[in-house]
């Protein structure tokens, strides 16, 4: 079973940048789907990113197309989220998550392993 840690949040002026991290575990990483959820107290989680197995594409939610860059070093057993242009509804625990199925899927069901989390806090 792969084991997911993500670093990288913390507290941030809206406006600003974070880059979150993901280390994986294993020598599997690469046959990985990998994707970034959040959850802000109350809501339900939601989609932010994915990226396919090689890193050669990459799919984001409208909230946070053009300001958020997801990416992996397969290498590192690592996957990146750079986000910036930060507002307070950005504010939330990111999770990064890894599929094995075959499908570039924004649906949380489809992912088996997911992180801890990491807060990230967008001030006003």
């Known amino acids: 079973q792969v084991q997911l840690v993500e670093t990288g949040g913390g507290l941030v002026q809206a406006g600003g940048s974070l880059r979150l991290s993901c280390a994986a575990s294993?020598?599997?990483?690469?046959?990985?789907?990998m994707a970034w959820f959040r959850q802000a107290p109350g809501k339900e989680r939601e989609f932010v990113a994915l990226?396919?197995?090689?890193?050669?594409?990459?799919r984001y939610a409208d909230s946070v197309k053009g300001r958020f860059t997801m990416s992996r070093d397969n290498a590192k057993n690592t996957v990146y989220l750079q986000t910036s242009s930060l507002n307070a509804e950005d504010t939330a625990v990111y999770y990064c998550?890894?599929?094995?199925?075959?499908?570039?899927?924004?649906?949380?069901?489809?992912?088996?392993?997911w992180g801890q989390g990491t807060q990230v806090t967008v001030s006003s």
């Open positions: 990226v396919n197995k090689s890193g050669g594409t990459t």
């Open positions: 294993g020598d599997t990483f690469k046959t990985y789907i």
């Open positions: 998550a890894a599929s094995d199925g075959v499908l570039l899927s924004t649906s949380p069901l489809r992912y088996k392993y």
